[in-house]
């Protein structure tokens, strides 16, 4: 399960929430069918309703008061992996790339990708190094990531000099 949003409070009076979306283009949340909580116990049909200054309007399937809105207030909304579109192939979703092993160009072991940061500029990794069990961020990018191969699930990085010791 990917996490995709999160409800931000009540909108009005008739159940409507605030929902913050977490896809590149926000208004795709309503395009992968049914949220989920995280534990998977609940699902929600999504109809979006509006957009608002950093959230859109939205209603919920079974949601249908300001008080059951309000209760929902933090909620984590995933879908599956699966419910995403083809990508490109140089393009990547985030979660695809959590976990995948690091090399350097000579075959080296450094470690795993832990997180993937946007900070506005780029991409950043996060990389957690096997020798010391810390962690170094990387931007993503060609120059740094020459290779990314989603089948072995491993990266080969040309890191800068300094970054990785």
Same mark, same amino acid.
């Given at each position: 399960? %990917?996490?995709?949003?999160?409800?931000?409070?009540?909108?009005?009076? /008739? #159940?409507?929430?605030?929902? $913050?979306?977490? *896809?590149?283009?926000? +208004?795709?949340?309503?395009?992968?069918?049914? =949220?989920?909580? +995280?534990?998977?116990?609940?699902?929600?049909?999504?109809?979006?309703? #509006?957009?608002? /200054? @950093?959230? &859109?309007?939205?209603? &919920?399937? #079974?949601?249908?008061? $300001?008080?059951?809105?309000?209760?929902? $207030?933090?909620? /984590?909304?995933?879908?599956?992996?699966?419910?995403?579109?083809? !990508?490109?192939?140089?393009?990547?979703?985030?979660?695809?790339?959590?976990?995948?092993? %690091?090399?350097? *160009?000579?075959? #080296?072991?450094?470690?795993? %990708? $832990?997180?993937?940061?946007?900070?506005?500029?780029?991409?950043? =990794?996060?990389?957690?190094? *096997?020798?010391? @069990? +810390?962690?170094? !961020?990387?931007?993503?990018?060609?120059?740094?990531?020459? *290779? %990314?191969?989603?089948?072995?699930? /491993?990266?080969?990085?040309?890191?800068? @000099?300094?970054?990785? +010791?």
């Amino acid at each position: 399960m %990917v996490l995709v949003g999160a409800i931000a409070g009540a909108f009005g009076v /008739k #159940g409507e929430v605030r929902l $913050k979306s977490f *896809t590149s283009e926000p +208004e795709d949340i309503a395009s992968y069918g049914p =949220l989920f909580t +995280e534990d998977g116990s609940q699902s929600f049909q999504v109809r979006l309703s #509006g957009r608002l /200054k @950093n959230a &859109l309007s939205a209603r &919920l399937s #079974g949601i249908s008061s $300001k008080e059951q809105a309000d209760r929902m $207030k933090g909620m /984590k909304l995933f879908v599956p992996r699966e419910a995403f579109p083809q !990508l490109p192939d140089d393009e990547f979703y985030h979660a695809d790339l959590i976990g995948l092993s %690091v090399y350097d *160009t000579g075959g #080296g072991e450094i470690g795993a %990708v $832990k997180a993937v940061l946007n900070h506005g500029a780029t991409d950043l =990794l996060e990389l957690r190094l *096997t020798a010391s @069990n +810390e962690t170094a !961020l990387l931007p993503f990018t060609r120059d740094y990531v020459p *290779t %990314v191969d989603m089948v072995a699930r /491993k990266l080969i990085i040309d890191p800068p @000099n300094g970054l990785i +010791e």
